[in-house]
């Protein structure tokens, strides 16, 4: 369904029912809400959690902001290293109040709230802008976005800022295999048949290049949330792979210093990516966190 929050047209799928306690997730750059596998939520559900997934602006079926144009991400790099202001056409508060919006359209007034790379970045704001609305936190393959952390290893860069030769669908869905299994790392590999299914779906429900650009300059231009996550105050758990070449787990150490009390746990082998196989390590992690989280409200 579609719903209107913060302004805009928000793509929305809620599962499980009402009645029982809300996750929300939040998805990464150029990430649909059908990145979640399914064998993750239905893990979420089963354990008795009613999970609420959307798209977010400018990618999927959310409202895009093609008219807001893009700026050159070679250039605006630059000025990020040089501690120069990123121009960006809107920022991650707007996106965390977009997901304040989706609860708010929903009648939802509290939720566990589970983002996973710049998903994990939104998650963060939402828990230090509205501490009331978030039950716990939970920040997934993410980063505190403080200046001087390690970005993404070289050869990942270079794969990103290379441009696919052809424009067809076989074209762009191979790039874009050749990045996933850069990212994912070596222990944990995506199939291939199922990888390319997985992208083929996604270009056809939606295919947004100029929003990916506009979502990476949203991240970068977010030079301030650091200092805003000593005000969580929800139980948070971090979860970080080990080997994430895309953002390094030194992001993660990071994050979990900054927010007061918080948890981290490092999966060995795992890189920058959500597999079924990764969903079936990382439930046992999330789910007695999330109903510890749960029952600490209640009681």
């Known amino acids: 369904m579609r719903v209107q929050a913060n302004g805009i047209e928000i ?6 029912g009402a009645g029982r306690p809300v ?20 893990g ?41 202001p990123v121009q960006s056409a809107y ?19 509290r939720a566990h709230v589970l983002g996973a790379s710049m998903g994990g970045m939104i998650a963060q704001r939402v828990a230090a802008t509205v501490p009331e609305r978030v039950t ?4 997934l393959m993410s980063s505190s976005g403080a200046r001087g952390l390690p970005g993404p290893r070289s050869d990942v860069v270079a794969l990103m800022m290379r441009r696919p030769a052809k424009r067809d669908e076989a074209s762009l869905v191979a790039h874009s ?17 199922v990888l390319r299914e997985r992208l083929t779906v996604a270009m056809r429900r939606a295919y947004r290049p100029q929003g990916v650009m506009r979502q990476i300059a949203a991240v970068a231009a977010d030079t301030g949330r650091a200092k805003l ?47 079924p196989q990764l969903a079936e390590i990382l439930l046992p992690q999330m789910v007695p966190f999330l109903k510890a989280a749960e029952k600490s409200r209640t009681a």
């Open 44 to 84: 979420l559900v089963r354990a008795g959690f009613r999970v609420v997934r959307f798209d977010n602006r400018d990618a999927g079926l959310s409202t895009q902001f093609d008219e807001a144009g893009t700026r050159n991400l070679f250039w605006q790099g630059l000025r990020y290293r040089f501690g120069l």
């Open 177 to 193: 295999m050749r990045l996933v299994r850069l990212i994912a790392g070596p222990f944990y590999p995506p199939d291939d048949a």
């Open 11 to 16: 793509e929305v799928e809620d599962t499980g």
């Open 229 to 275: 996550l000593a005000r969580i105050t929800s139980p948070t758990l971090v979860i970080h792979g080990d080997v994430d070449p895309l953002v390094p787990i030194a992001c993660g150490q990071d994050t979990v210093r900054r927010i007061p009390g918080a948890q981290f746990v490092a999966i060995p082998g795992m890189g920058h990516d959500l597999t």
């Open 91 to 109: 920022g991650l508060q707007d996106m965390a109040n977009d997901a304040i919006g989706v609860l708010d359209a929903l009648g939802i007034r």
């Open 136 to 139: 716990s936190l939970v920040s």
């Open 23 to 42: 996750v929300l997730l939040i998805m990464g750059v150029n990430m649909q809400l059908i990145a979640w596998p399914d064998n993750f939520v239905k």
